[in-house]
């Protein structure tokens, strides 16, 4: 015992010694603030052009006549501070594969452009900073997101005119970011970075202020380490976007906003925003003006002017860096574990744990059965934990079929995960009650054992897959190993610290409802996973309470009535929270419906049932859907089809000709293909096939139902005359749809819980 203690000491020491082996604070020697105060940025300029982007123009969705109009403005006040402009007009392609919310793959033409501007000084040096401009819907303003960021890298334009300067200043404003950083990732695919030290990112002003350093690649750890050793000086609260690391480097868009693209070509960025779940108004129509602050443009414009100016790298151009480091946060302090230190960690506990393991084997005696035991023990565990996980959504579900609400949670979801644990803590307790009148294993150190055993397993798998990654179970595997030695229900409770982590970020993050809708979708693959998390969990937790049997059986025989108290009086109090507020409205759309030459219709629609008072004023009847028809109005499109068709190789080829007449340019024009067999897009004028990505295929992808399609659409400019060429062994069913902006709608509500999408959708479907 004497020995392993010591090699618990020894450990403990490398992992400390690891951890603070490189560290970023607000007292560092890489950044001196020049000035107390910077020369003459003015928050009322910065709210004056986002005010203009907001009220004169409008959503500026990618690819319309909007957002060009907003380029413009953009162009022209740039060439009045001296900055040389040029526009970067692009058309790209766009494939979204099929996902747990994308049910069909979907090809997309984006047309938008990028404005660069440039002001030279006395070097090549290059420090970029960048901005989208446009907005993520027909409907949504766009003031915070992003009108905010174009309005403080306009006025930092004006600011930076009027002084000499050392580096060379590049200001990119990217076009069709909400569709996936359209805009910034052709920049830098087409641009010459050789020259460019680093780059900061802008996207929606506000507090509390994020410090974005996620997406395929992480920032540089060097430039982690000036920027919040400012933020530090300059006394502005902060978060890190630590765990943002981990979860996003893998998603398809490969990050957050228009910095991930610069970081995916080794160049160092990083990026500015707001921190936490978004308000209801992100990506609706209530981000209008009064959601800007003139407080938070001042200090956003004061500090990025702060960054550009003192902020100093030591490279240019395209470098590697450490990708697989970790930094956690506390308070205005950042300490940055390398990757190295978390090998060494990693090693060093896996290490532990056999030796350990080991130690056990050569110091027990075999027992007869033990295969049998150990199976006894995981499928009991098992059980418990999916009874745990299955009934902590009870109180969620029961209310969601009682109030007719998909997304119960979406006012306050921190009160439905803390009703979710209580409820959970609540029924392992009175569960727990009766383990002991089952015929089950007494032997804790066998639960310690498998419970280590497991969770060796997942960490040396994600240690091979991606080290960082494997770093929260690596920390609870040490925790359990601390535990044999030092029994206490603190490590148990500790163990799980950094996944508890991860799911705090994600709580307080933009891909939070992705998540629980995620989980909604695919309820049993999840059901699976939280069990199997909790496995480990509960047999650390047996290891500490077998040994103190009756004092624990004396406690769980107490809590028993309260804790079925506890499981009803929260279910029932969950009835009690509103779904909900002025801040998270109910999201309703009001759609102007037509389908060939039939007549239209509104159709007045939301996921959850309308409320009275709208269903009174429409007339209709209390549902989650009404159509009022529209009479004696043409639709906005007159549409024909023709159609030939020849054989070969066994195979129908379809030539069909699509002829599409507008009253108005739509904004969205979308084609979808669906067969019962599969088919392959030969020839495609939508989508101009020399843009395609080389190894794509238009091909129709299998989805649960068993039928093949794919969906293809593009913003504008649209075509008069659609020509598609279509092999295929079966019938081809194809629905064409447009979708317009409404300016003014036939019906308006006002309602100040519901949030409203006015749109008109026109669909004519062929069967060939």
Not at 651 to 672: F, K
Request: hydrophobic content about 45%; glycine content about 6%.
């Amino acid at each position: 015992m004497k020995k392993s203690r010591f090699i618990i000491i020894i450990l403990i020491l490398a992992l400390g010694l690891s951890a603070f082996s490189w560290s970023a604070s607000s007292k560092t020697d890489s950044i001196s603030v020049l000035k107390d105060s910077i020369p003459g940025f003015s928050a009322d300029n910065a709210y004056e052009h986002t005010k203009h982007l907001v009220q004169k123009i409008g959503p500026r969705p990618a690819g319309s006549k909007s957002e060009l109009k907003a380029a413009q403005y953009i162009d022209y006040v740039l060439r009045q501070n001296g900055w040389k402009v040029r526009e970067q007009p692009f058309s790209k392609i766009v494939v979204r594969e099929a996902s747990v919310l994308q049910r069909e793959q979907q090809v997309e033409l984006i047309s938008s452009q990028n404005i660069i501007a440039e002001l030279p000084g006395k070097r090549p040096d290059t420090i970029i900073v960048g901005a989208h401009y446009d907005s993520a819907t027909v409907n949504a303003p766009g003031a915070v997101d992003n009108g905010s960021g174009v309005g403080v890298l306009l006025e930092l334009a004006r600011v930076l005119s009027q002084e000499s300067h050392e580096e060379t200043y590049q200001l990119v404003f990217f076009g069709a970011e909400e569709y996936g950083l359209v805009g910034s990732q052709f920049y830098t695919s087409q641009s010459d970075l050789s020259a460019v030290r680093w780059m900061l990112n802008i996207d929606m002003v506000g507090s509390p202020l994020e410090i974005d350093v996620a997406g395929k690649k992480s920032t540089p750890p060097d430039l982690i380490k000036q920027v919040v050793a400012l933020a530090g000086e300059c006394d502005i609260p902060f978060h890190l976007s630590r765990d943002s690391i981990i979860m996003t480097r893998e998603s398809s868009q490969g990050g957050t906003s228009d910095y991930s693209p610069f970081l995916d070509q080794n160049i160092p960025a990083v990026g500015l925003g707001i921190y936490g779940r978004p308000e209801g108004y992100f990506h609706r129509p209530e981000d209008r003006l009064d959601q800007v602050s003139l407080e938070e443009f001042q200090k956003v414009g004061d500090f990025s002017y702060r960054l550009l100016t003192t902020v100093g790298m030591d490279t240019i151009g395209p470098h590697e860096w450490d990708e697989f480091y970790l930094p956690f946060q506390l308070g205005k302090y950042v300490i940055i574990v390398p990757s190295y230190g978390i090998r060494i960690i990693t090693i060093l506990t896996f290490l532990l744990t056999v030796l350990m393991l080991i130690k056990i084997y050569k110091n027990h005696k075999r027992q007869e059965n033990a295969w049998q035991k150990v199976l006894a023990i995981i499928g009991v565990t098992l059980v418990l934990s999916v009874i745990v996980v299955i009934t902590s959504g009870i109180g969620e579900v029961l209310w969601g079929l009682v109030k007719e609400v998909k997304l119960l949670y979406i006012a306050y979801p921190l009160i439905f995960v803390i009703a979710r644990l209580g409820i959970a803590l609540a029924v392992f307790l009175l569960i727990a009650g009766y383990l002991h009148k089952l015929p089950i294993v007494r032997d804790p150190l066998l639960y310690w054992v498998i419970g280590v055993s497991l969770l060796l397993g997942i960490s040396l798998i994600l240690a091979l897959t991606r080290i960082d990654l494997a770093f929260p179970f690596v920390f609870w595997l040490l925790c359990m190993n601390l535990q044999f030695l030092l029994p206490n229900i603190i490590l148990v409770l500790i163990g799980p610290y950094f996944l508890i982590s991860m799911h705090w970020e994600l709580l307080n993050s933009h891909q939070w409802i992705s998540f629980y809708q995620a989980i909604h979708n695919y309820i049993l693959v999840f059901l699976v996973i939280y069990s199997v998390l909790l496995v480990p969990f509960f047999l650390s937790l047996f290891h500490i309470g077998i040994p103190k049997r009756s004092l624990f059986k004396k406690i769980l025989f107490a809590v028993r009535k309260p804790s079925l108290g506890t499981i009803i009086l929260l279910i029932l109090a969950l009835g009690m929270v509103p779904a909900y507020t002025k801040s998270y409205p109910q999201v309703v759309a009001v759609q102007e419906e037509w389908s060939g030459q039939s007549e239209g219709k509104v159709h007045v629609y939301s996921d959850d049932p309308l409320p009275a008072k709208v269903i009174q004023d429409l007339g209709g009847q209390e549902s989650k859907s009404i159509y009022v028809p529209i009479l004696n109005e043409k639709p906005p499109i007159n549409m024909e089809a023709e159609m030939v068709e020849t054989t070969k190789n066994s195979q129908r080829i379809l030539d069909i000709t699509l002829r599409l007449n507008y009253s108005r340019e739509p904004y969205l024009t979308r084609i979808r293909l669906e067969s019962d067999q599969p088919f392959e897009v030969l020839t495609d004028e939508f989508l101009p096939m020399s843009k395609l990505p080389r190894k794509l295929e238009l091909k129709g992808i299998q989805h649960i139902s068993g039928k093949y399609s794919i969906v293809l659409q593009r913003t504008p400019p649209q075509r008069n005359h659609i020509h598609l060429t279509i092999a295929t062994q079966g019938v081809i069913s194809c629905s064409v749809e447009a979708m317009f902006s409404d300016p003014s709608p036939r019906i308006q509500i006002q309602h100040e819980l519901l949030s409203i999408d006015y749109q008109i959708w026109f669909k004519e479907k062929y069967d060939f």
